[in-house]
């Protein structure tokens, strides 16, 4: 539950937990049995909820009522939801509870995945209702008349309980019915109290730590991370033996034109090098990514059919992911993530994601360091970039680019973060290089793809872009050879960045023969030596509010931009007289082949 509110912000603003009211909790509870449950799978795979969900509820004695004695703490939740969280009025309103009870049995059961039938619930239904005849009719509609069918479905959906009408002996006066008064909510209060530490045994402890630090409003990254802080740190994996075969289902955005489906597609050509059985299991990164890389198709399939998962996607985005499709596409499997994170540490708001694999490879010993208080093995594993050399040539008159020219270029997608990849920081640095040389023979191509000028970022870049004819802006999706190109037919690739993971794009400029500019910090400095790459200097400085995705309280770099200039005014008075020495190897498919392999055979000897 806690996932799917960190998730979305809207949940965060209109059930502020945060501010640890009784009532709030409760109404969110009611909105995970009404509304979280039909949209995530994994809330219907709680074992221990669905249970809870269908225990009695003793309800206020209310006039007319003929659902006194049959309503599950299930279907108080959702008659608390669809009364909009007023929840005077399934206290008193018959008519209330009778639309709650209506829904619930005429589709709510199947929507939330609460059809099992309970005695209890089966005597007080008998109790209060003449015969299954008349519970039926109960639950009718006029429209149910005028569609072929209509009844007859709304039968079906109760058809286990009219079977069994006045076929069981039960006694409803010797079941335990659960004391829950709503507006007391010990039923709320037992239920938080029983996931804290042991040391924490009453929740008006935790509302009095928690109100001592935060505000009313909407919670920040800060808020959240002060809320999971106090909860049970996730606990080492248990012991897993597996039985399916030896292999890998890589799980990613494989015909996504963006950094992190290339890792996909990458990593798939390092496991086919060392002949490591496999499939790709493809995953749509949304409607806002274009999605027209074909060249894994080859490898694709729609089943689990090996032993060992690899996610190659975001711990978040694993997270939100297995929130929708359940515990299914992980139960039976040794799970890896390959998980890609740009700051120094994971956010400690997340740290229940880890629970979510066996294993983590970072793309990087930057990346796996952050991941260093996870409970789980973490392994430092190389990423493979690779180009056909054959089919990248340069070919400046079709992006209209001065011939003669030095050539700077630098590529960010918009989806990304611009405040991490800092595109106006390059442009800053070659304005402060050359802006004083109008009749320098340079220039500057920055590459933009899902550009969106509505972004409030965009229009202080454009402005800077504008400043100087040598800039040019090239936007659009282009395919993966067409970038390749455009980098070709350049002469240096510039990175500015404050983080990066990996850097895939320094990476492919190394292969390329491209000088290479770039921050001289985190994931990319693996193989941006300082005798290979031009390395800037840079300081250490905080995030701030709203830089990156739960990174208040880290720290990140903040690039030298004069220092970025001089270097490129180094390479445009010097081009093509230093013969790179880029460690090129480490990138190669079957370099990074053989770590896998060696690394999954391990796991394979350990689990079978």
């Not at 209506?102 to 007080?124: K, P």
């Not at 990346?367 to 190389?382: D, L």
């Not at 304005?431 to 202080?460: C, D, M, T």
Request: proline share 6%; aromatic share 10%; charged share 20%.
């Amino acid at each position: 539950m806690l996932v799917v509110w960190l998730l979305r912000p809207a949940l965060q603003k209109r059930f502020p937990l945060h501010q640890l009211k009784l009532s709030t909790y409760l109404e969110f509870l009611a909105w995970c049995t009404h509304i979280g449950r039909r949209q995530y799978a994994l809330l219907r795979d709680i074992d221990a909820w669905n249970v809870e969900l269908m225990q009695p509820i003793e309800l206020p004695p209310c006039r007319h009522c003929q659902w006194q004695e049959s309503y599950t703490v299930g279907m108080y939740l959702v008659g608390l939801a669809r009364s909009k969280y007023w929840h005077g009025q399934l206290m008193a309103n018959a008519k209330m509870r009778h639309r709650a009870a209506r829904w619930y049995f005429r589709d709510g059961r199947q929507l939330l995945g609460l059809t099992e039938r309970v005695q209890w619930q089966q005597a007080a239904l008998e109790s209060n209702f003449s015969g299954p005849d008349a519970f039926l009719e109960t639950l009718l509609l006029p429209k149910d008349t005028q569609v072929p069918e209509g009844s007859h479905r709304i039968h079906q959906n109760v058809q286990d309980i009219c079977q069994a009408w006045g076929k069981e002996s039960i006694n409803p006066e010797g079941m335990p019915l659960t004391s829950f008064r709503p507006n007391k909510s010990p039923f709320l209060t037992r239920h938080i109290a029983a996931k804290l530490p042991v040391e924490v045994n009453e929740l008006s402890w935790l509302m009095t730590e928690l109100r001592k630090s935060l505000p009313n409003r909407t919670p920040s990254h800060a808020d959240v991370t002060k809320v999971m802080s106090l909860w049970p740190q996730p606990k080492s994996k248990p012991y897993k033996k597996l039985n399916k075969p030896f292999g890998v289902n890589l799980i990613g955005y494989a015909r996504g034109e963006l950094g992190i489906g290339e890792d996909v597609r990458m990593v798939a050509a390092a496991l086919e090098s060392a002949a490591v059985p496999f499939n790709i299991i493809n995953v749509e990164p949304g409607a806002h990514v274009s999605q027209k890389d074909t060249s894994a198709e080859r490898w694709m399939s729609e089943s689990h059919d090996y032993a060992i998962n690899i996610f190659c996607m975001t711990g978040i985005e694993m997270s939100r992911m297995s929130m929708e499709k359940g515990l299914e596409w992980l139960t039976g499997h040794y799970n890896i993530g390959l998980w890609p994170w740009e700051l120094p540490e994971w956010p400690s708001a997340w740290q229940h994601a880890w629970q979510l694999v066996d294993e983590l490879w970072g793309i990087s010993h930057y990346t796996a360091n952050a991941y260093s208080a996870a409970p789980v093995p973490v392994k430092p594993m190389p990423l493979p970039v690779a180009i056909n050399a054959q089919e990248i040539v340069s070919n400046r008159q079709r992006w209209q680019l001065p011939e003669d020219d030095y050539l700077f270029v630098f590529s960010f997608d918009m989806n990304s973060t611009l405040s991490r990849k800092n595109p106006i920081a390059i442009v800053k640095g070659f304005l402060a290089a050359f802006a004083s040389q109008p009749e320098k023979r340079v220039g500057l191509v920055i590459k933009v793809s899902h550009l969106n000028k509505k972004k409030p970022a965009w229009k202080p870049l454009e402005k800077l872009i504008g400043q100087d004819s040598r800039i040019y802006l090239i936007s659009g999706e282009l395919r993966k050879l067409e970038v390749l190109s455009l980098y070709k037919s350049c002469n240096c690739y510039v990175s500015l960045h404050r983080a990066e993971g990996f850097g895939r794009g320094l990476a492919e400029a190394q292969l390329l023969g491209l000088d290479l500019i770039a921050t001289g910090y985190s994931g990319n400095m693996e193989f941006c030596t300082n005798n290979a790459t031009h390395v800037v200097d840079y300081q250490l400085v905080p995030l701030k509010h709203g830089d990156y995705f739960y990174g208040e309280g880290q720290q990140w770099a903040e690039p030298d931009i004069q220092h970025a200039a001089r270097l490129m005014q180094t390479c445009a008075t010097m081009p093509y007289t230093v013969k790179h020495d880029y460690p090129l190897a480490r990138f190669s498919p079957r370099y990074c082949g053989k770590a896998y392999r060696k690394r999954l055979e391990d796991i394979a000897l350990a689990k079978y």
